[in-house]
């Protein structure tokens, strides 16, 4: 099986730094992905690890290491609108499928506050 | 360019009929897929499509069948609706070549059955 662990939700302050935790256990590991999704809103792409390390893309950072199964994505400078749901999603080789199509963790909802 | 398209938005049904939700993309896309979203379980893979004439089964596959006839098209129905399948259903679609390929989600069908 492929368990995907992330908090159920955050509150931070505008302008803070937060650092949303996934945790996973895979057979087969083939890419981590980090999803914003707002409420009645489909999800969108935000980034990918395979290799352990930090990704950054203006001010969100993922980090991966696959020695722990662990990741985070940082968001920096938060603004009201990053208030929204954090999907951590990975793809598993070793799973029918899963070397195409990720499975997702609950999510994370974050709320910034004023 | 339109991405990913699902038809209807909303649906209401009445346990025990049938309905077919559509989803097309025009990203010559291989892979397409399946998700329900109920709260507090994340997201769910019901079928997923590798390419033209290949389906196969997600992790909650029960009371739904997929075709996959076009590279275009991927309709999920639903055989006898019951009001557990009361959810919110997203497909989404990637490309086969590049390991960070990333989802890419219709606007989703918010479906209740009564």
């Known amino acids: 099986g492929q368990n995907i662990d992330q908090p159920t939700e955050m509150t931070a302050t505008e302008g803070a730094i937060v650092q949303i935790n996934c945790t996973y256990q895979?057979?087969?590991?083939?890419?981590l992905f980090w999803y914003q999704q707002h409420a009645g809103e489909a999800p969108t792409f935000l980034s990918y690890n395979v290799l352990d390390g930090l990704e950054e893309k203006g001010r969100f950072s993922s980090f991966l290491s696959r020695s722990k199964g662990y990741s985070y994505l940082l968001l920096k400078e938060l603004q009201m609108k990053d208030s929204a749901s954090y999907l951590c999603a990975v793809r598993d080789g070793a799973r029918a499928g899963g070397s195409y199509i990720p499975t997702f963790g609950r999510g994370t909802s974050l709320i910034v506050h004023p | 360019n339109a991405g990913v398209t699902q038809t209807p938005k909303f649906q209401v049904l009445k346990t025990g009929q049938s309905m077919t939700l559509q989803c097309a993309q025009d990203?010559?896309?291989?892979?397409m897929s399946w998700y329900r979203q109920d709260p507090g379980m994340g997201l769910r893979l019901i079928h997923y499509s590798v390419g033209a004439g290949i389906t196969d089964q997600g992790e909650v596959p029960n009371g739904y069948n997929v075709s996959r006839s076009t590279t275009e098209d991927f309709p999920l129905r639903l055989l006898s609706a019951a009001p557990s399948q009361t959810s919110v259903y997203f497909c989404?679609?990637?490309?086969?070549?590049?390991?960070?390929?990333?989802?890419?989600f219709g606007n989703g069908t918010r479906l209740t059955v009564t």
């Open positions: 895979t057979s087969g590991f083939n890419g």
């Open positions: 990203m010559n896309h291989e892979y």
């Open positions: 989404a679609s990637s490309q086969r070549t590049g390991k960070n390929s990333p989802l890419h």
